[in-house]
């Protein structure tokens, strides 16, 4: 079999299938602010960090947050108050049925925990286009380790070298090369054109709909 063949995609959430920045900044206000939690949040800096942990984000921006696990429930009842302010990038729907109707398997890998991340799936009416969705679970690593891309494949019998990784930062490049898998950074998302290029992915791609030349 050709080294090369891509018989799996694995796609990351935010900023690669959906533009959620607007979302994610408003809930992270909101949920400061019903803890009571001062904080200078420049828009460009916080969208530019957007797929690390906040407990990275926020030592980043130097907020204090004291509970974090309270904040995170906070963030997680609020979030999809601010959903309206979230969509699909162009393509999504083109590009999953593609993928679908040319019998390459479609997986999610995201930072966000599991049920927020089927529940963001799923309004969007995009569950059946996926054979996994795969979002931070207790006791497994989370991007930019491989374990995450590793164990979908596991659970769908495909090989990591057969496997494109799909996303937006430095964290799914780095998990996919980790993982033994070809890498594709989109130019569309919350990183930099130079960002991405330091990581070295195998392919670079300004929007979803050239992801068919990668698979030709």
Known sequence: MNK???????????????????????STKSALDKLNISYDIPVDAFTNMIGMHFVEIFEELKINVP??????????????????????YPGVHQTLQYLNENN????????????QAEKIIDHFNLRSSFNYLMGRRDGLAHKPSPEPLIYICNELNIKSSETLMVGDTELDIQCGKSAGSKSCGVLYGYRTKDQL????????????NELKTILV
């Open 67 to 88: 509970d974090f696990e309270k904040f995170i429930s906070i963030y997680k009842a609020l979030y999809f108050d601010f959903m309206d302010s979230s969509y699909l």
């Open 197 to 208: 290029e330091k990581e070295k992915p195998d392919f670079l791609i300004s929007g979803l």
């Open 104 to 115: 390459i398997k479609v997986s999610l890998l995201t930072t966000k925990v599991q049920d």
């Open 4 to 26: 090369d063949i891509i018989t799996h995609i694995c796609f990351d959430l935010d900023g690669t299938l959906v533009d959620s920045k607007d979302t994610i900044l408003e």
